[in-house]
């Protein structure tokens, strides 16, 4: 499996920017799609984006889409979570996650590698 380290979370402002990286270890990490989770007190994890391994193919939660951008840099083997326009309903752990191979999926069953999350508040 690939070893995940999350970074980058913290207080932000509603309207805010704040960008998260995941820093992958101990595989080859274009054999791998990655993606974003999150889960708030009291609720299930949620999707929040996908990229595929070479990065040309990219999906968004609803609850995110025009607003956040993933992106991976395979020579850093790093993925990353821009996110714009914050909103309280933002706040969560961020998550980190990886699936080997190209098929899609963003079920969390899918992923078999997972960080240990980073903390995202926003405040109104």
């Known amino acids: 499996q690939v070893q995940l380290v999350e970074s980058g979370g913290g207080l932000v402002q509603a309207g805010g920017s704040l960008r998260l990286s995941c820093a992958a270890s101990?595989?080859?990490?274009?054999?791998?799609?990655m993606a974003w989770f999150r889960q708030a007190p009291g609720k299930g994890r949620e999707f929040v984006a996908r990229?595929?391994?070479?990065?040309?193919?990219?999906y968004y939660g609803d609850s995110v889409k025009g607003r956040f951008t993933i992106s991976r840099d395979n020579a850093k083997n790093t993925v990353y979570l821009q996110m714009a326009s914050l909103k309280p309903e933002d706040t969560a752990v961020y998550y980190c996650a990886a699936a080997y191979g190209s098929s899609f999926s963003v079920r969390p069953s899918s992923f078999g590698s997972w960080g240990q999350g980073t903390q995202v508040t926003v405040s109104s």
């Open positions: 101990g595989r080859t990490f274009s054999d791998y799609a």
């Open positions: 990229i595929s391994t070479s990065g040309g193919s990219k």
